[in-house]
């Protein structure tokens, strides 16, 4: 009786949840920009390759990762161009490649991420 309870108490709290939609990286495809909704940053980030202390700080909901990545399509490979601050402010500061990837020159080729890349179908209006 106590486990039913339980159970009906947190679809309860959950029911009322709600989330914030996240700002997509950008993919640059034949001289197009268009939303990426894979982050290829995020899978850098591990034990040997850590996010540097202080850089991706949280000042909104719409983006928790602290950034946005702008990608690149070249010769069939993958590369990051640019990284600005994940604020919801117009214009936010560019963070220098350098921080994350100090002995690579930009564009950084992305020999890490071998994911698919999710590209949400465009809409004709």
């Given at each position: 009786?106590?486990?039913?309870?339980?159970?009906?108490?947190?679809?309860?709290?959950?029911?009322?949840?709600?989330?914030?939609?996240?700002?997509?990286?950008?993919?640059i495809?034949?001289?197009?920009?268009?939303?990426?909704?894979?982050?290829?940053?995020?899978?850098?980030?591990?034990?040997?390759?850590?996010?540097?202390?202080?850089?991706?700080?949280?000042?909104?909901?719409?983006?928790?990762?602290?950034?946005?990545?702008?990608?690149?399509?070249?010769?069939?490979?993958?590369?990051?161009?640019?990284?600005?601050?994940?604020?919801?402010?117009?214009?936010?500061?560019?963070?220098?490649?350098?921080?994350?990837?100090?002995?690579?020159?930009?564009?950084?080729?992305?020999?890490?991420?071998?994911g698919k890349?999710?590209?949400?179908?465009?809409?004709?209006?």
């Amino acid at each position: 009786m106590k486990l039913s309870i339980s159970i009906l108490g947190l679809l309860k709290l959950t029911s009322n949840a709600q989330a914030t939609a996240q700002f997509p990286d950008v993919l640059i495809y034949k001289g197009k920009s268009q939303p990426l909704f894979t982050n290829p940053l995020e899978s850098y980030f591990t034990p040997e390759n850590r996010r540097p202390a202080g850089v991706f700080r949280f000042s909104c909901t719409a983006v928790w990762r602290g950034y946005v990545a702008t990608w690149k399509i070249v010769d069939s490979q993958l590369y990051l161009v640019k990284l600005v601050a994940g604020t919801c402010g117009q214009n936010p500061p560019e963070i220098p490649l350098s921080i994350v990837f100090p002995a690579e020159d930009a564009p950084i080729k992305a020999n890490w991420f071998s994911g698919k890349l999710r590209i949400p179908p465009l809409t004709l209006i």
